[in-house]
């Protein structure tokens, strides 16, 4: 079956062979490396919770004092559970709290005490686990019990006044307007933290803080409006940066429904080192899956530093790449939000029909993915009514193609954080279109032979051509060179690399023996 570009099948092949070819080596080496994040993320599932008096999450406590006796490459389980052993305690946030006063140490135990430790731990970690599956149980219940929107693509709408005590007002109201999933966007530079943040916050700037405590505020407003309006509602957050595998479990723990978690975001756009976010990403994948959250990826980002036309192929390479990722990582289809964007300069000839191309080529590659389209933000003036225009026809070309998630564009962007009339103005433009042209994807087959078949072709042809490129030089190679939205990021560098560390022989993740077999 070709579809409406009549793509060749056995080039879309080539290029999904190629993507295995350049993302395996990467997934190599995130399954023989861990880091800090992976290892709290562990101890999350295994019990550990709250921060000290200044405001340092226990978690990370507890992991400084390992690393700092044992290492990191032992993993965290064993060494913590033995110490429980020893110290003949069972409160694993107590032994927190005597690690951070000096009073414990810890070493990497071996024969009876190493399988005794592995026993326990694998229980306490697999009680973790047991909640994220009865939170996807839970959430199943609920759409069965309120039921999913009547129509594709889902409103996706963002609400980030810093206050999470304002958020939930704004966030009900937009789901009145006709939002069916809110994202709580997080505060400026929280993907630069090596901790969560505890607690409810207030204070975020351009954001709220991603904690555990905010998501359970929001997400139980959320339930609230569900009942309400008779629709299950959604709630998104970011499990990216240097904390990926926290956010990650701690959304499984709190029932979100989709998460921002990219392949490559962190390392372009905030320099995270390379080795770091892979093996991060991995483990945040493998809790996803479990959890049943859709992830959302990020090569929109690419089209706001890089030129949209001539980088196109680009985003579907990163695609590829984050489909074969997302996989091996354990998830299905139905949860990748794979991302692109409606970012062509207007003033190029014929960008609709650009838009139109690209857009139904990324639906045709990932029939069954719920791709997350992208409003215009690289070539928005502060001229709102340019702004609106530019919206609808974003709007349009969303519906044209049938994408899966419409985030809403606003006719502000670039002038201010929007009001709540800001965003009502902007809800309005998407029903519209929605309500008048919300079944033309069915209609709309462009002519055999022209233009947008042709642009089609020509990318995906330029995105084979970049994969056998990469395949010979590698992907970490490619990233370097700034294959990807122009930023160059060496392997060796970037935030967070000294929380990196090779397995050892003995190393043990409970987690990943859990998540790595069938639910």
């Known amino acids: 079956m070709t579809g409406k570009l009549d793509l060749d099948p056995v080039l879309v092949a080539r290029a999904r062979e190629l993507a295995r070819r350049a993302g395996r080596p990467v997934v190599e080496l995130a399954r023989s490396h861990t880091t800090v994040s992976v290892e709290r993320a562990v101890l999350r599932l295994a019990g550990v919770t709250g921060a000290d008096p200044d405001g340092i999450p226990w978690v990370n406590r507890l992991v400084d004092a390992v690393v700092a006796d044992v290492g990191l490459g032992h993993g965290v389980a064993v060494p913590v559970f033995d110490a429980l052993a020893r110290e003949q305690i069972t409160d694993v946030t107590l032994l927190a709290q005597k690690a951070a006063a000096g009073s414990v140490r810890f070493e990497v135990p071996s024969g009876k005490a190493a399988t005794a430790a592995r026993r326990v731990a694998r229980r306490a970690v697999g009680a973790g686990v047991r909640l994220i599956d009865r939170r996807r149980v839970e959430r199943e219940r609920l759409v069965r019990r309120f039921g999913d ?202 960008s609709l029909r650009l838009e139109l191309a690209h857009a139904l080529l990324a639906r045709e590659l990932f029939p069954d993915a719920p791709l997350k389209w992208m409003p215009p933000t690289k070539h928005m003036t502060g001229d709102v009514f340019r702004g609106n225009l530019l919206d609808g026809f974003f709007n349009l070309v969303g519906t044209m193609t049938g994408q899966g998630i419409l985030l809403v564009g606003m006719m502000t962007e670039a002038v201010v954080t929007p009001w709540l009339s800001d965003r009502d103005i902007a809800l309005q433009n998407v029903r519209y279109v929605l309500g008048a042209a919300g079944g033309l994807h069915e209609d709309f087959v462009p002519a055999p032979g022209g233009f947008i078949q042709q642009r089609a072709h020509r990318v995906l042809g330029e995105a084979v051509e970049l994969l056998e490129r990469i395949g010979d030089q590698s992907l970490l190679t490619a990233i370097a060179e700034g294959t990807f939205g122009i930023m160059k990021r060496p392997a060796d560098r970037g935030k967070g690399l000294d929380g990196v560390a090779r397995h050892e022989a003995d190393y043990y993740n409970p987690a990943t023996e859990i998540l790595e077999q069938p639910a």
């Open 149 to 350: 929107p009547a129509r594709r693509p889902w409103i996706y709408l963002i609400v980030a006044t810093g206050d999470i005590y304002e958020d939930i007002p704004q966030a009900q109201a937009a789901a009145r307007a006709g939002a069916d999933v809110i994202a709580v966007i997080r505060s400026t530079g929280q993907s630069l933290l090596d901790y969560v943040p505890e607690g409810a916050t207030r204070e975020g700037f351009a954001g709220t803080y991603a904690t555990q405590e905010n998501f359970r505020l929001m997400r139980a407003a959320l339930d609230s409006s569900s009942k309400e309006l008779g629709r299950y509602v959604r709630l998104t957050n970011y499990a990216s940066g240097l904390c990926m595998p926290e956010m990650a479990t701690l959304a499984g723990l709190e029932r979100l429904d989709m998460m921002l978690n990219d392949s490559m975001y962190g390392i372009l756009f905030r320099d995270i080192n390379p080795i770091r976010t892979f093996v991060d990403q991995r483990f945040s994948r493998q809790v996803h899956a479990r959890a049943g959250i859709i992830i959302n990826t990020g090569e929109d980002n690419y089209l706001t530093t890089a030129d949209a036309v001539d980088e196109a192929h680009t985003v579907t390479v990163s695609q590829l790449l984050n489909e074969y990722f997302a996989h091996e990582a354990g998830l299905a289809d139905w949860q990748l939000g794979l991302g692109h964007a409606f970012e062509i300069n207007p003033d190029v000839p014929e």
